[in-house]
């Protein structure tokens, strides 16, 4: 852990009052001047810490700014995924940037934000809109020991470890739409791309990207998307902590892989189907120039979308775009 990133920890434990700068020094093995020097330099950065000759330093605010440090010391405890986090300014898009990071040889779990992207992507090449400071726009690098049939396993964890998350960072209650889309009443609120790297039997790796509209206005949602979409903040009518999500998530992340390697995909995906609108319902589904229509069943123990068709086959369907039928 950096010294940055040591000195918010320590700033952040005490619920009130303040921590002394010769406490600071002595648990983190450093000079006060050297404490001191930091706690300038997260100033300079907005983070409101007062210093007081008698008390100590307090942590008064933090500014709406994505700081991997700042993220680090609110996920001391987590295994894998987020133990690595570089945040950018603006990329094209985080997906190229994490790729970039597998190619080199970088350990699972590094995290990728940036506060803009110019090209974010759905899938299928669709373009994602990722407005400055207004969302989480982030790629997670995983080198899971699977096949590549289940790697539609982590699509779901991730789609389930955003709508906890959100859950209990919102109170909102959103919902999850096969098979990487999470919806708060109906409308878009958060989207994952998964892009993998394969050989025949085995991931090689594997990029989450993952988009959530968090405090977007909705007239920041071009047009064509503003009736689909919609973001945390126009739902929850009030502005969410963007740092503190960020952590949610990671964790919640960090959790559901730990099952997954684990080989507990299960019970994740009993808690998927709980939070699934898509499954029980009559679904249209289009793959490709194929359209498959029938009932939501399950997912299987890949993760794959099972659907009873009115021939009373069982389908097994791993990507698509899906609509529910009322
Ligand atoms: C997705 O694709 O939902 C996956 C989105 C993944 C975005 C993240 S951001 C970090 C990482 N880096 C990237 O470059 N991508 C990932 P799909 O299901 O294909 O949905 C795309 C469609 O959603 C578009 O065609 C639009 O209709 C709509 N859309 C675009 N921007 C949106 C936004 N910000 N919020 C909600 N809907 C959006």
Known sequence: MSLDAAILTALRLPKTGAVSGAELSQKLGVSRAAIWARVEELRSLGYDIEASPHLGYRLVSVPDV?????????????????????????????????????????????????????????????????????????????????????????????????????????????????????????KKVAGILTELSA?????????????????????????????????????????INRAELAAAVLEELDTDYARICAGQFETLADEWEERCTTIGHNVVIRVGDRSIQGRAESLDSDGALLIRTQHGRLERIIGGDVSVEK
């Open 199 to 239: 050989e025949l039997d085995q991931v090689k790796y594997l990029i989450l990207g993952i988009g959530v509209d968090v405090n977007l206005n909705a007239s920041e949602f071009p047009p064509e998307v503003r009736k689909l979409a919609t973001s945390l903040k126009i739902e929850a009518g009030r502005t």
């Open 66 to 186: 994505l700081h991997a440090d700042d993220l680090h010391s609110r996920l001391p405890g987590v295994k894998v995924v987020g133990r690595d986090i570089r945040v950018f300014q603006e990329t094209t898009s985080t997906n190229d940037v994490v790729e970039k990071l597998a190619r080199d040889g970088v350990k699972e779990g590094v995290v990728v934000f940036a506060e803009s992207q110019t090209r974010g992507r759905g899938r299928l090449g669709r373009k994602w809109i990722s407005p400055e400071k207004r969302g989480l726009w982030f790629s997670v690098l995983l080198r899971p020991n699977l096949r590549p049939q289940a790697a539609t396993q982590l699509t779901v964890a991730a789609a389930t470890a955003l709508a906890r998350a959100i859950s209990t960072q919102t109170n909102l209650s959103p919902e999850i739409k096969w098979p990487n889309d999470i919806l708060i009443k109906g």
